[in-house]
C-alpha cells in the first residue's frame, strides 16, 4: 500500500487539525471572556452567580458553612484550595457579602483572622437567582 502525501503534507494537515481544535467559535484558542450578569438581572441574583461561577467559590462556601470561624489556613486546607487562591476567594466573597471576618479589613496584618458565612444573604440572594432563571 503506499504513503498517501508526503511528510510535509502530513505535517500540515495535523497542523490544521490541531490549529481547528484549539479554535472554536471564534476564539483563538483562549478561555472565552467573562460575561457580565445581564441588566435585567436583579442585584441579588448578581452576586448569587458571582459567588457560584467559580469552583473555588463553591468550596470556600461549603466549608465555612460547615465549620464557621474558620482561618484562612484551615478553609485552604479543608476546601483543598491554595493559600492565594484561597486570599482572593475570600476577599471576592466578603466583598458580595456572604463572608465576614472578625477582624477589619486593613487591620489583619499578622493576626488569625477567623472568617464566617452569612448564610442567610447567601439563601435569600439564591432565592432569589433561582426566581430569575425559573421566571
Do not use: C, W
Amino acid at each position: 500500500m503506499s504513503e498517501v502525501g508526503s511528510t510535509d503534507e502530513r505535517k500540515m494537515r495535523d497542523d490544521n487539525l490541531t490549529h481547528e481544535l484549539t479554535t472554536f467559535d471564534g476564539h483563538n484558542g483562549q478561555m472565552p471572556s467573562r460575561r457580565a450578569a445581564p441588566t435585567s438581572m436583579p442585584d441579588p441574583a448578581a452576586r448569587a452567580r458571582e459567588a457560584f461561577a467559580a469552583t473555588a467559590r463553591v468550596e470556600a462556601l461549603r466549608f465555612l458553612a460547615l465549620h464557621p470561624a474558620s482561618t484562612r489556613t484551615a478553609i485552604a486546607r479543608g476546601a483543598g484550595l491554595a493559600m492565594n487562591t484561597t486570599r482572593t476567594v475570600l476577599a471576592q466573597l466578603e466583598e458580595l457579602g456572604y463572608v465576614t471576618a472578625d477582624v477589619e479589613q486593613g487591620h489583619r496584618q499578622g493576626r488569625a483572622v477567623r472568617f464566617s458565612l452569612d448564610r442567610g444573604q447567601l439563601v435569600a440572594d439564591a432565592g432569589v437567582l433561582l426566581a430569575y432563571i425559573v421566571s
